[in-house]
């Protein structure tokens, strides 16, 4: 069971890197719909190609659901110190995506721009309610910053901007 679980966790985690390198949409990804790159960047701002910006999120959606798991089976007490390590493995990858999709702000206008806006505060209500509510997250965060930023003088509960 616990290698099902595993085997179902790393299946997951291989879709979404290959839909967020690929650029096509969680949902289209299992449709077999693929984006098609012009040769024209203009012509790729239709609505029937998904924005990079959303398949950072749908990953990211899908990295927390992840953690969710780990979360879940750290607390259970099952190989605590591999699945603390995946935990810490899948919070990088949440936090190289808030930073990816800090910078994508910049580049977005108009209704894009309010639609982003209202996507990527849900997905980071939902990185800072797991580490409010769980202390493997919040240590590991804590670790995370103070390697990161080891300046005594900056919080370490920053994890997601503000």
């Not at 910006?53 to 605590?80: C, F, P």
Request: charged residues 30%.
């Amino acid at each position: 069971m616990k290698a099902l679980v595993s085997l179902l966790l790393m299946a997951v985690a291989v879709f979404s890197m290959i839909s967020f390198f690929s650029g096509t949409s969680f949902s289209n990804f299992f449709s077999g719909v693929a984006s098609v790159e012009n040769e024209d960047p203009d012509k790729n701002q239709d609505s029937s190609t998904p924005s990079e910006w959303k398949s950072m999120v749908e990953n990211g959606n899908a990295q927390i659901a992840i953690l969710e798991k780990y979360i879940e089976q750290y607390d259970t007490g099952d190989n605590q110190e591999e699945t603390k390590q995946n935990i810490e493995k899948t919070l990088m990858v949440i936090i190289e995506l808030d930073d990816q999709l800090e910078n994508e702000e910049d580049k977005l206008s108009g209704d894009e721009l309010k639609e982003f806006r209202v996507e990527y505060r849900l997905f980071k209500k939902k990185a800072k309610q797991i580490q409010k509510d769980n202390s493997i997250v919040k240590e590991i965060v804590d670790k995370i910053n103070n390697v990161e930023k080891p300046s005594a003088n900056e919080e370490s509960d920053h994890f997601f901007g503000d």
